[in-house]
């Protein structure tokens, strides 16, 4: 099992710029999230999809839409990049509690 | 406002002492609490997690849960330079259906 995988790993961005950070998990769960997480911030959640077809805001939405494109997958998108948009985006997923949490490795996005 | 709180550090430790991780939450009607490892540059791992009142431990970890005084622990027994990370708590808080992370704390083992 590869567990969560995210792509792209690393991206730069100009300000303007779109993208769409991809999720996938093979894991059967049913909750996948996404994360941004800020030196001296922490881990906040940006969205999260309680189950496939649903999709609810976190603490940091704005600037951010997300799609559950199916049980497995789970994008992120960025329409107009802006400097504070620059961070390490992580995916998660979890069984139907959504307690216990795995990770993706990570996308690090910097916007000029 | 939901919280969660804990000291940044560094918690810097001798190996093979035992290393006390503290977090404190904001409510008390919370229920679930969790304890993530992140390597420098890697991903948080769930390392431990604790529903009820008192001591849970799995190998070298001991996570410790008090509701009454609202704080839970990580102990980490014959600590190695490879326990060197960043340690996140998190929570389900009362009210709350998704996880509310801490800051976390940097743990420095030293040979």
């Known amino acids: 099992n590869a567990g969560v995988t995210q792509t792209p790993k690393f991206q730069v961005l100009k300000t303007g710029q779109s993208m769409t950070l991809q999720c996938a998990q093979d894991m059967n769960h049913n909750s996948m999230y996404w994360y941004r997480q800020d030196p001296g911030m922490g881990l906040r959640l940006i969205y999260y999809s309680a189950s496939e077809g649903t999709t609810d805001k976190g603490e940091v939405p704005n600037g951010y839409n997300v799609s559950r494109l199916n049980k497995r997958e789970f994008s992120l998108r960025l329409e107009s990049a802006a400097p504070s948009q620059t961070s390490v985006y992580f995916c998660?997923?979890?069984?139907?509690?959504?307690?216990?949490?795995?990770f993706g490795p990570g996308t690090r996005l910097t916007v000029t | 406002q939901k919280e969660v709180e804990q000291n940044s550090g560094p918690l810097s430790v001798p190996e093979g002492a035992i290393a006390s991780l503290n977090c404190t939450y904001s409510d008390r009607g919370s229920q679930s609490f969790f304890w993530y490892r992140q390597y420098s540059g890697k991903s948080p791992e769930l390392i431990m997690f604790i529903y009820s009142n008192g001591d849970k431990e799995d190998g070298r970890f001991t996570a410790q849960l008090n509701k009454a005084s609202q704080y839970v622990s990580l102990l980490i027994r014959d600590s190695q330079p490879s326990d060197s990370a960043t340690y996140l708590c998190a929570a389900i808080l009362s009210g709350y259906s998704t996880l509310t992370f801490g800051k976390g704390t940097m743990l420095l083992v030293s040979p």
């Open positions: 998660a997923s979890a069984t139907g509690s959504g307690y216990e949490q795995y």
